[in-house]
């Protein structure tokens, strides 16, 4: 995921970036691949549906905003979880700003993955 644009105002967030597919795997397009904004806890602040998704094409640059800072910032699709190679891009906004990880596991994110494409929880 390449950023282009992240930022926070008193009156929201507005996050851009450009989606891509940056590992090999076959070609394959994966469909409705969609951006989730969640709190800290869990509940989802905001999505969108980005599209499809092509391996290895980049992806048009895709917005989304909320009305608070959101604390994981993911780009996900149950498709994903059928290469080992394959995670999600995910942001975590930290102290000083957002960090970018691309493994729930090690930010500590427990919450249930999408089962079907174009949702978050």
């Known amino acids: 995921m390449y950023i282009q644009k992240l930022e926070s105002t008193d009156t929201g967030f507005e996050f851009r970036a450009r989606p891509t597919l940056s590992f090999y795997i076959e070609e394959r397009t994966f469909s409705d ?3 989730c904004l969640y709190n800290a806890s869990g ?3 905001n999505s969108t549906v ?3 998704l092509s391996s290895p094409v980049d992806h048009e640059p895709a917005s989304i905003s909320a009305n ?3 604390k994981y910032i ?3 699709h ?3 979880n059928e290469y080992e190679t394959m995670t999600p891009g995910v942001l975590v906004h930290q102290q000083r700003g957002f960090t970018s990880t ?3 596991d090690t930010i500590g994110f427990d919450y249930p993955r999408p089962d079907r494409p174009g949702m978050c929880l």
């Open 43 to 45: 509940e989802v602040l």
């Open 50 to 52: 980005i599209g499809d």
């Open 102 to 104: 691309n493994s729930y």
């Open 78 to 80: 149950p498709g994903f």
């Open 74 to 76: 993911v780009v996900d």
């Open 68 to 70: 608070e800072i959101p």
């Open 33 to 35: 691949v969609t951006h």
